[in-house]
């Protein structure tokens, strides 16, 4: 079946360097792209999202970039600070298929002072 | 005040009891969710409410049952419990079309000794 997978479920970084968190999806279909944030004992918050049909979106201090072509996304977090330090998981959605959106298995960001 | 709400946050139970969670939101969303996540982080829709209707049913046992007595409140009723059935139970709520943008509870923890 179809599925969204990351390549990391663990990434280490020094605080104020730069994070890049990668995701492979392989449901060509889907409409939209998120990424969202998960704090230890919380639930999963939204970041940013990028459509399928645009290939950047930037936040603040976040930009995700979509590949098509490899069908890759990745999550930049510039000057990573302590609290990024979360579970950062993909997903996609396929609106016109109920809205169900499909998580990928994610990946633990640490934050090292 | 809590967007997204549900209780208990942690439930300790014996094999075989019967067992409710409860969510409200009070954003005026159209659209609410079950997701349950595994101990390996895993994210998984369970079933989906728009206004009331069942819209996503997703390959779950007969044993559990949702409720959703109007559009801000889903709650999940758990029969028979198994020792499968631990795990993370997140409810989340979203704007009607805007099914990429999910908030998330603080999630129930269940336990099932």
């Known amino acids: 079946g179809e599925n969204v997978g990351l390549h990391l479920p663990t990434l280490s970084v020094q605080e104020g360097d730069n994070s890049i968190i990668n995701c492979a999806y392989s449901?060509?279909?889907?409409?939209?792209f998120i990424w969202y944030k998960q704090e230890s004992g919380k639930g999963p918050q939204f970041i940013i999202d990028?459509?399928?049909?645009?290939d950047k979106r930037q936040g603040q201090r976040v930009t995700v970039l979509l590949n098509k072509t490899v069908k890759h996304l990745s999550l930049q977090i510039a000057a990573t600070q302590p609290g990024d330090s979360a579970v950062y998981f993909c997903?996609?959605?396929?609106?016109?298929?109920?809205?169900?959106?499909?998580f990928g298995t994610g990946t633990q960001l640490k934050v090292e002072l | 005040d809590t967007a997204v709400s549900q209780t208990p946050k942690y439930l300790v139970t014996q094999m075989g009891n019967d067992k409710s969670i409860k969510c409200e939101q009070n954003?005026?969303?159209?659209?609410m969710y079950w997701y349950k996540q595994d101990s390996k982080k895993f994210l998984k829709i369970m079933f989906s409410?728009?206004?009331?209707?069942?819209?996503i049913n997703e390959t779950v046992p007969n044993r559990f049952s949702p409720k959703s007595p109007d559009k801000a409140h889903l709650n999940l009723h758990i029969n028979s419990l198994e020792l499968g059935d631990s795990a993370v139970y997140f409810c989340?709520?979203?704007?009607?079309?805007?099914?990429?943008?999910?908030?998330f509870g603080s999630g129930t923890q269940l336990s099932v000794l």
């Open positions: 989340a709520s979203s704007q009607l079309g805007q099914g990429e943008k999910l908030f």
């Open positions: 449901n060509s279909a889907s409409d939209y």
């Open positions: 990028i459509r399928s049909n645009m």
């Open positions: 997903a996609e959605i396929l609106t016109g298929g109920g809205n169900k959106l499909t």
């Open positions: 954003l005026g969303h159209d659209t």
């Open positions: 409410y728009n206004n009331k209707e069942l819209i």
